[in-house]
């Protein structure tokens, strides 16, 4: 049976899925779109709730299709047109999952390397910072409780599937948390312009977590002030700053490419 109306309890959560924060917490799931994405969760091993499609879609990718169909609980057909009124793309492709949120849980080890992002807001900049954090191997993010949602349909599209495969961890006491790795001998380095060290004169090769702030106001004083060294990228130009998600790139790198 296909459904044809916004009034269907499933499209009703769907629709909230893809819209609302505090709805997706609730129940622990999010929505992803695009065969692609779809079909990059299912092979990371992404739990998969739904599977909702478009007969043209199943017929234009029939492997895609064959792939979540049969790692879903549950799938169902719906019309073009319902598609196009509740999905968050503008050329919606078909394929819609719903995924079980990544229950990560981890502690932060020396000689590891970890990203930990304060109060970062734009959702294009979190996903391409945390396709980065994947690309160079990062063991684990941490987010502030003040973030934007991971889960949010432009944060997943943006990290390319890297939000199925990272552990990420959110803490309320962004702080307190960073002071305490710090106590415990862990290499925790804020990146900031303010008093300084430059990149390329620091040894990363015993690992440590990198602090990425926020757009506009970078890092919160107290965090800054709970870390065991402030770092900063030379800048030799004109501009007085990078975005939030190419300086997280710069730094990763560094961060990354010094291993023991």
């Not at 981890?106 to 304060?118: D, H, I, N, P, S």
């Not at 945390?130 to 941490?142: D, H, T, Y």
């Not at 552990?167 to 948390?177: A, L």
């Not at 710090?182 to 977590?209: C, H, L, M, Q, W």
């Amino acid at each position: 049976m296909m459904i044809t109306s916004k009034d269907n309890e499933l499209i009703k959560s769907l629709s909230k899925l893809l819209t609302s924060p505090k709805y997706r917490r609730e129940h622990s799931e999010f929505a992803a779109e695009g065969v692609r994405l779809c079909a990059d969760g299912a092979q990371s091993g992404a739990e998969i709730s739904w599977f909702i499609y478009t007969a043209r879609a199943a017929e234009k990718y029939a492997a895609e299709f064959a792939l979540l169909h049969s790692c879903c609980q549950k799938s169902c057909e719906i019309s073009e047109s319902l598609l196009k009124k509740i999905a968050d793309t503008k050329s919606p492709q078909g394929f819609i999952c719903v995924f079980k949120m990544n229950s990560s849980c981890f502690q932060v080890k020396k000689q590891e390397r970890y990203l930990a992002l304060e109060s970062i807001q734009d959702p294009s900049n979190m996903g391409t910072i945390l396709r980065s954090a994947e690309a160079f191997g990062i063991s684990g993010v941490i987010v502030s409780g003040d973030c934007c949602d991971i889960y949010s349909p432009k944060v997943v599209r943006g990290s390319m599937g890297a939000v199925f495969r990272l552990p990420i961890i959110q803490e309320e006491n962004f702080s307190e948390y960073i002071r305490d790795l710090t106590a415990k001998r862990i290499f925790t380095y804020a990146s900031t312009p303010r008093n300084a060290d430059d990149i390329e004169t620091i040894d990363f090769s015993n690992g440590g977590v990198l602090l990425i702030g926020n757009e506009g106001n970078g890092l919160k004083e107290e965090t800054i002030n709970a870390c065991y060294q402030r770092i900063c990228i030379r800048m030799n130009g004109r501009a007085e700053s990078l975005n939030a998600s190419a300086a997280a790139a710069v730094l990763l790198y560094r961060l990354c490419v010094d291993k023991a």
